[in-house]
């Protein structure tokens, strides 16, 4: 196949939806989907017309997620706001899909790839930055786990880790990017913990309960984020904190620690801390420690260095810091706060600047410009008193 050709006509096909009415975003998915499809197709049986070809199938793409998307809006058109607390009613045909999703004959990473694009309603940007690979990598996964389940009988449901990872990745992506899915998250989450009796289901459900009570003091008037350790406090809503403690102590009363009941114990620590100030950084550093036994995740141990700094000052954050891999997301944002901490203003001022860079969404990139715009105001002062 004339690869060379196919990146030519990427921007004719790109240009071609566009004026059709697709979103920039949306077409450059279909697109995506398309090449994926000719690379597959096209060794075997070459088109007469390959511009035309490419142009017909990425538009069938376009419309496929289009529809999909719109069967999503609909669905969360019917949830509340806000999760109400208390058990799940009727269990509707949702959930039943994630798990069929999540099929025998798919590997977990493509299952979870698969549901997220397919029932999730996600984009395969969204996907690949969830799941830390490269867009085209996530295409390529997403374009294969298509293929895999195609020709098989959806009479065999998948595991509920699985599907748990799929209602993890759905609610992080609803808490803090661009497409607003936490509380539909939540709704399933209730779901499968009245259907599951399951400790790790109980420490998903507790987990989005705690990090979703404070919701409304994240963002200020203006849109703008705002940190945990500056967040109004009385704005958390209570009852969903209550309710998650209790799920997740009666989870962690049977003794069966997961990775979700891990992070939700660290949720309830910042939870339970009346200030910033007051909060028990030790114990939450001796949590990301079993979590990382867990997990093995570097975003974790990410997470654990901020946790360090807090517990034993910014020195052993940043030498905790300094063992993990400078590409990960969000280091750059990390070093920043803990070069800050530690007195290093310009340092941290161009850490923030470069993390600013890299966000993933715009609320995320707002805030680290601004960091930067304080530690250089700051700065200048410094230098002309």
């Not at 511009?51 to 199938?57: A, C, D, P, S």
């Not at 958390?236 to 003794?255: F, P, S, Y």
């Not at 141990?301 to 810091?321: I, T």
């Amino acid at each position: 196949m004339d690869e060379v050709l196919l990146r030519s006509l990427t921007p004719v096909v790109l240009t071609v939806l566009v004026r059709r009415g697709a979103d920039f975003a949306a077409a450059e998915d279909a697109v995506q989907d398309a090449l994926v499809e000719a690379l597959r197709v096209w060794p075997a049986d070459p088109p007469r017309d390959p511009k035309g070809w490419l142009i017909t199938v990425a538009w069938r793409k376009f419309l496929d997620a289009t529809r999909a998307d719109a069967a999503r809006r609909r669905r969360e058109d019917r949830v509340e706001e806000e999760p109400a607390p208390g058990p799940a009613p009727a269990v509707d045909d949702t959930l039943q899909l994630y798990f069929l999703c999540a099929h025998p004959s798919l590997s977990p990473a493509s299952a979870v790839a698969l549901t997220l694009r397919a029932v999730g309603g996600l984009t395969t940007r969204q996907i690949a930055a969830a799941c830390l690979v490269p867009e085209a990598t996530m295409a390529q996964r997403i374009s294969r786990a298509k293929r895999t389940v195609s020709d098989v009988r959806f009479d065999r449901p998948g595991d509920v880790a699985t599907v748990l990872r799929v209602l993890y990745l759905v609610f992080n992506e609803g808490y803090s990017g661009d497409v607003d899915l936490a509380a539909e998250a939540i709704r399933l989450t209730r779901q499968l913990a009245a259907a599951v009796d399951h400790p790790e289901v109980a420490g998903l459900l507790a987990l989005m309960l705690l990090h979703h009570a404070r919701r409304a003091a994240r963002t200020a008037p203006d849109g703008s984020l705002v940190p945990l350790a500056e967040q109004d406090r009385g704005r958390w809503d209570t009852a969903l904190i209550a309710e998650g403690v209790g799920v997740l102590q009666a989870a962690l009363a049977r003794d069966r620690l997961g990775e979700f009941q891990a992070q939700a114990a660290i949720a309830a620590l910042h939870a339970d801390a009346p200030t910033a100030e007051e909060t028990d950084w030790v114990q939450i550093v001796e949590w990301y420690d079993e979590l990382a036994r867990l997990t093995d995740s570097p975003v974790v141990r990410l997470n654990r260095a901020v946790a360090v700094g807090e517990a034993d000052g910014p020195r052993a954050g940043l030498a905790a810091l300094a063992a993990l891999d400078g590409s990960l997301p969000r280091h750059a944002a990390v070093a920043a706060y803990l070069h800050e901490r530690d007195g290093d203003l310009a340092t941290a001022a161009r850490l923030y600047a470069e993390a600013a860079h890299k966000a993933p969404n715009l609320a995320e990139r707002d805030h680290l410009t601004r960091q930067a715009a304080r530690l250089n105001a700051r700065l200048k002062t410094h230098r002309n008193p």
